[in-house]
């Protein structure tokens, strides 16, 4: 299957914006690899033995997105930024439903040894980052957004600088700006 344009996305996501369910049917095999590849890289830095799958993260992605009520799509970058977002809440939610479980909330018997596991400090992590972003949105939402579209959603500085409609050389000094924001942020707790 040939790489679809990004003319081709928009067109389809104007129209599924306007209500064409059939642009919708169309859209799904044109973006889904797009999806499966930006959901595999975020499972790639999950803990080693993370249950949640590349396909369950893309599966509930299309979910949350068809979901979307009154979503007016402007273009392909802006699809995959909304994409990012929401693989960002799922893996959250996930590291919180998780926590929940680990406290007793989801009835399992967990031992010592498990809670002391590695696993549960990288949710920890996750939910230290989705807490320190939330902290930088707060004061920077550009330079967050910059974080977010990177981090999570796999974009690369040009397809950042698209969404965002600032220069190449802005998200290079939003990102750097960032990433320092955010490890001192982090160390502090």
């Known amino acids: 299957m040939t790489t679809p344009s990004a003319h081709e996305v928009t067109d389809l996501l104007v129209k599924w914006s306007r209500g064409d369910q059939a642009a919708l049917d169309e859209l799904v095999p044109l973006v889904h690899e797009e999806l499966r590849r ?21 599966n509930e992605t299309y979910l949350r997105l068809v979901n979307q009520a009154g979503v007016r799509w402007q273009d392909r970058a802006h699809f995959f930024a909304v994409s990012a977002r929401v693989m960002r809440h799922i893996l959250v ?15 399992l018997r967990v031992t010592l040894d498990e809670a002391a596991s590695e696993s549960v400090g990288q949710d920890a992590e996750l939910l230290a980052l989705d807490e320190a972003l939330k902290g930088l949105a707060e004061i920077y939402p550009r330079r967050s957004r910059v974080v977010e579209l990177r981090y999570f959603g796999g974009l690369n500085n040009e397809e950042v600088a698209e969404v965002l409609k600032v220069t190449t050389k802005t998200v290079e000094r939003d990102w750097r700006f960032a990433r320092a924001w955010l490890y001192e942020e982090l160390q502090r707790k």
């Open 93 to 107: 939610d996930y590291a919180r439903a998780r926590g929940y479980a680990k406290r007793g909330g989801g009835a």
């Open 38 to 58: 930006r959901a595999h890289r975020y499972i790639e830095r999950e803990r080693p033995g993370h249950t949640l799958q590349t396909t369950a993260l893309v």
